[in-house]
């Protein structure tokens, strides 16, 4: 009679690593292997998101930074919208910036701006700009660029008498007229340059050449032949821009320069809520 106890097969897959134990060992090393490389994979992934999100929040808060300066320079500067207005945060990070507290430079360009009746461009750079809007910013410089064309619709503004032309020459303003005395014409040619005077510009005579003549201004006004001619052209006016610029800047300097008259503002420690962004000043009525 048959055995009732049947024969048992176990069929192991790690049999071999069991019966071999170098087998085993190439095993686990293979297997540690396969391990490390998914880790380093799934390490670089994690990495190349964190890169793309710190690149998107990066280029995002950027061009939304952007697009929040050039609305309120519009709104500041009584602008009738942001076009035209070019902002530029510089190269840094503005997370890294922005986590130190501040930016470090801004520099904002706008393409049309008036002055007073005058068409300018300006150029704003400020430093130290903090993020939180009730601290004050550091330094902040305002360049506004008059052109001779728009320069030569003051006449009235830098003479007394009618003028012939009017050019900028070198440092100066040339103005040129022709005083008529009796029966002569006499060309006159005026130099003044430009200077800052409170919210105004003033244009205080430098020389002047008389015919064929340099004379002094002094000496022309106390010329009794031609000082009641000279007196007219030689009384300059002020020219007000307090009505088309906050009251936070102040005129620091005149110039001409590059074929325009510059004049070159500045605003110091003055917070971006600071009311007078927003306040103008007001000039005479002409």
Do not use: H
């Amino acid at each position: 009679m048959a055995s009732d106890d049947q024969p048992t097969i176990e069929l192991r897959l790690d049999g071999a690593a069991d019966s071999d134990p170098e087998a085993a060992t190439g095993y686990a090393v293979a297997k540690r292997k396969r391990r490390s490389w998914i880790g380093w994979v799934v390490a670089g992934v994690i990495l190349l998101i964190l890169i793309v999100g710190v690149v998107l929040v990066e280029t995002v808060g950027r061009t939304a930074a952007v697009r929040i300066a050039q609305d309120e320079i519009a709104s500041s500067l009584g602008l009738e919208s942001s076009e035209g207005v070019a902002v530029d945060l510089g190269s840094g990070s503005l997370i890294l910036q922005a986590l130190t507290g501040g930016l470090d430079v801004v520099t904002i360009d706008i393409d049309r701006f008036e002055v007073n009746g005058l068409e300018s461009s300006v150029q704003v750079v400020a430093t130290g700009v903090p993020v939180v809007s009730s601290q004050p910013i550091d330094t902040v410089s305002m360049d506004v660029a008059i052109t001779g064309a728009e320069v030569s619709k003051l006449a009235t503004t830098l003479s007394g008498t009618g003028l012939d032309s009017i050019e900028l020459e070198g440092s100066a303003i040339r103005v040129s007229t022709v005083f008529k005395l009796l029966f002569f014409e006499i060309p006159v040619a005026l130099d003044l340059v430009p200077v800052a005077a409170g919210d105004s510009i003033a244009f205080e005579p430098e020389s002047v050449v008389l015919g064929d003549e340099q004379i002094s201004v002094a000496d022309l006004r106390q010329n009794p032949l031609v000082s009641g001619l000279a007196g007219s052209l030689l009384s300059s006016q002020e020219f007000c821009v307090a009505s088309s610029l906050p009251t936070a800047l102040t005129i620091d300097s005149v110039a001409v320069a590059n074929d325009n008259l510059v004049i070159q503002l500045n605003a110091d420690g003055i917070a971006l809520d600071d009311a007078a962004w927003k306040q103008y000043g007001t000039c005479p009525a002409p």
